[in-house]
């Protein structure tokens, strides 16, 4: 019997996992292929968590199951998410278990001043907005203990962001990055380590529960600064940046479907997009890891 369930092994799933041994608990890590991290404490199971008659099973007893899965690629959104949150919800209410939410700001959609608290309404217009706001509503009404943990643009070692899949790679080679964003608008890049953080406090305060709140992430940037500060702490000459125009990958999304679910939220990035995680910190005491201490984790640079 493992005192906590983490469904999923990717950045934020690891994170918890990890912490949750690494203070002595208990932890069995869910996945199809039984992956995840190497630890005492942990045990790793191959299972589909979409079953929620097994994974039911694999949660008996524990106090908490951390829903950390997520399909990599938008088109499979809509197919694979619903029948997990299902099966997250059943296993939960039938071990009594609380159910902490891995969230994110899609549900909001794009916001007056680009500006989002706790409190901000779900105004999302693209099916994936729409499908993370049905999704909570779901287990919110659902009966059993949840709350959601919601982040920005996710930094940190092994994050899964559009700053991995676009940014990172450029980084990584040198010379120039073509980034499909506003270089010079402010956004809230999330540690992943903090959302780690947060949803293991939060699942286990009565006072979180039923509702949505915000990791406390470091002050906004541009991609700008943040690419100057991940060049800084590599040692590395400045990365060349040219701002991909907004409609190219509208156009491009006419053809190509990534690209078309990619526009569909384009929002985030030719805009303002900062994330205010105030409640969350006064109510909880939780803080942001600094900025260059994430960029430098993601690097393998200590400062």
């Known amino acids: 019997m493992s005192e906590h369930v983490v469904v999923g092994a990717g950045s934020i799933g690891t994170n918890v996992a990890?912490?949750?041994?690494?203070?002595?608990?208990?932890?069995?890590?869910?996945t199809r292929s039984g992956s995840g991290p190497e630890h005492p404490l942990i045990e790793r199971v191959a299972a589909d968590a979409s079953d929620p008659a097994r994974l039911t099973e694999l949660a008996r007893g524990a106090a908490v199951i951390y829903h950390c899965a997520n399909p990599p690629t938008y088109p499979t959104w809509e197919r694979?998410?619903?029948?997990?949150?299902?099966a997250m919800i059943a296993a939960a209410r039938a071990t009594d278990a609380v159910l902490a939410l891995t969230g994110s700001l899609y549900a909001y959609g794009p916001q007056p001043g680009g500006r989002m608290d706790e409190h901000t309404p779900p105004a999302a217009t693209d099916h994936k907005g729409r499908l993370r706001k049905?999704?909570?509503d779901q287990a919110r009404t659902s009966g059993v203990r949840t709350v959601e943990v919601r982040g920005s643009h996710f930094i940190g070692n092994n994050a899964a962001?559009?700053?991995?899949?676009?940014?990172?790679p450029a980084l990584?080679?040198?010379?120039t990055a073509w980034v499909p964003a506003d270089l010079d608008a402010p956004h809230s890049f999330t540690f992943n380590g903090d959302m780690a953080?947060?949803?293991?406090?939060l699942a286990g305060d009565d006072r979180a529960w039923g509702r949505p709140w915000h990791v406390p992430s470091p002050p906004a940037v541009s991609v700008r600064e943040l690419?100057?500060?991940y060049d800084t702490a590599a040692g590395r000459p400045p990365t060349r940046l040219i701002p991909v125009p907004r409609f190219v990958m509208r156009l491009a999304g006419l053809v190509v479907p990534i690209?078309?679910?990619t526009a569909q939220i384009d929002y985030q990035w030719y805009a303002p997009y900062v994330m205010d995680a105030t409640e969350t910190a006064a109510t909880f005491g939780l803080t942001a890891t600094d900025l260059d201490t994430a960029v430098s984790d993601e690097v393998g640079v200590k400062v």
């Open 172 to 175: 990584k080679k040198g010379g």
């Open 134 to 136: 049905r999704l909570w």
């Open 259 to 261: 690209a078309r679910e």
């Open 227 to 229: 690419v100057r500060r």
């Open 161 to 168: 962001s559009f700053h991995s899949l676009i940014i990172a």
């Open 197 to 201: 953080r947060a949803l293991i406090t």
């Open 80 to 86: 694979l998410l619903p029948p997990l949150q299902t």
């Open 18 to 30: 990890l912490r949750l041994a690494g203070r002595g608990e208990t932890v069995r890590i869910v």
